[in-house]
């Protein structure tokens, strides 16, 4: 059984950082493809990135390209999210995905595993 266990979610000011971390165990990490996505209230969950099965091809959403990256230390069984510049608009709970098969999708159905989020508040 895999467990995907977010962490790093927080209350920041407007134009701050933060770094979102998403430990797992219980599986063949470095055969995942490994993504990012989020949740604000009263919308549907939406896409933020995307990292391949060794950390050599990533893929940002537009709204936070530029600003957040995702990374992966394979060794350690972990995927990150380091956000900069953050605003209002990117409160939400984040949730980290894996996808067992190891292609490379953005879609929500797509991926098999799911941890249980971790809310990020930005305050203008």
């Known amino acids: 059984q895999v467990q995907l266990v977010e962490s790093g979610g927080g209350l920041v000011q407007a134009g701050g950082s933060l770094r979102l971390s998403c430990a797992a165990s219980g599986g063949t990490f470095n055969s995942y493809t490994m993504a990012w996505f989020r949740q604000a209230p009263g919308k549907e969950r939406e896409f933020v990135a995307v990292i391949s099965r060794r950390g050599g091809s990533t893929f940002h959403a537009d709204s936070v390209k530029g600003r957040f990256t995702i990374s992966r230390d394979n060794a350690k069984n972990t995927v990150y999210l380091r956000m900069n510049n953050l605003k209002p608009e990117d409160t939400a709970v984040y949730y980290c995905?894996?996808?067992?098969?190891?292609?490379?999708?953005?879609?929500?159905?797509?991926?098999?595993?799911w941890g249980q989020g971790t809310q990020v508040t930005v305050s203008s």
């Open positions: 995905a894996g996808e067992e098969s190891g292609l490379w999708v953005t879609g929500i159905k797509e991926y098999d595993y």
